[in-house]
C-alpha cells in the first residue's frame, strides 16, 4: 500500500477538491459531493479530459444558438417577402383584371387574395310589441290596427332595442 499525501482548497468545476499524490503513479482528485460530502476519486487525466469536453460542448451549444437566431431571422426576412409579393400580385391582378382563378391561386399556395369592402342593402324583419289604446271591438283586426299605429312609435320601440329579429336578406350589393 502506498501512503499519499494532499493539498486542500483547490477548486474544480466549482466543487472543492484535495489533489492527492500517491507516492508512486499519476495524481488524483477526491471531489466530495456538497450534499452528502462523500467523496469520489476520480484520476486529473479523467478530469481534464471532462472539463475539455465540456467546454466543446459549451461552444458547441452557443453556435447552435447562434444557428437558431440567424435561421429566425431568415424566415422573418423570407416571411415579408413572401407577404409584399403577395401584396403586389394582387394588385397586379387587380389592374388586369384577373377572374377568380387568381384567388383559387392564391388559396392553393397559401396567399390572402383580393379583397374588397362592399356596401350591402339589407331588409330586416323584426317584430315590436306595440300597445294600441281603446281599440274598439269591431276594431280589432290586421287592417284596423295597422291604421291606428303610428310609425313613431315603432321606431320608438327599434331605437329603445325593444324587438326580436326575425330574420334578414340582402337584397342589393356593391363595392364600395
Aim: hydrophobic content about 35%; proline content about 2%; charged content about 35%.
Amino acid at each position: 500500500m502506498t501512503t499519499m499525501e494532499s493539498r486542500n482548497g483547490q477548486a474544480v468545476a466549482g466543487v472543492e477538491a484535495h489533489q492527492v499524490w500517491p507516492s508512486i503513479g499519476e495524481g488524483v482528485l477526491n471531489l466530495s459531493d456538497p450534499v452528502s460530502g462523500a467523496g469520489a476519486w476520480v484520476s486529473v487525466e479523467d478530469m481534464r479530459r471532462a472539463e475539455t469536453e465540456a467546454a466543446t460542448l459549451r461552444e458547441a451549444l452557443r453556435r447552435a444558438e447562434l444557428d437558431r437566431d440567424t435561421a429566425r431571422e431568415e424566415i422573418t426576412s423570407l416571411m415579408e417577402q413572401d407577404r409584399e409579393r403577395n401584396a403586389a400580385a394582387r394588385e397586379w391582378a387587380d389592374d388586369n383584371d384577373l377572374c377568380d382563378r387568381f384567388e383559387r391561386f392564391c388559396e392553393a399556395y397559401g396567399w390572402q387574395g383580393r379583397t374588397d369592402d362592399m356596401t350591402v342593402t339589407v331588409r330586416v324583419s323584426v317584430d315590436v310589441d306595440l300597445i294600441v289604446p281603446g281599440v274598439h271591438r269591431g276594431d280589432q283586426d290586421t287592417y284596423s290596427l295597422t291604421e291606428q299605429i303610428d310609425d313613431t312609435d315603432v321606431r320608438e320601440k327599434l331605437e329603445a332595442g325593444a324587438y326580436a329579429l326575425n330574420s334578414y336578406d340582402v337584397t342589393d350589393y356593391e363595392r364600395a
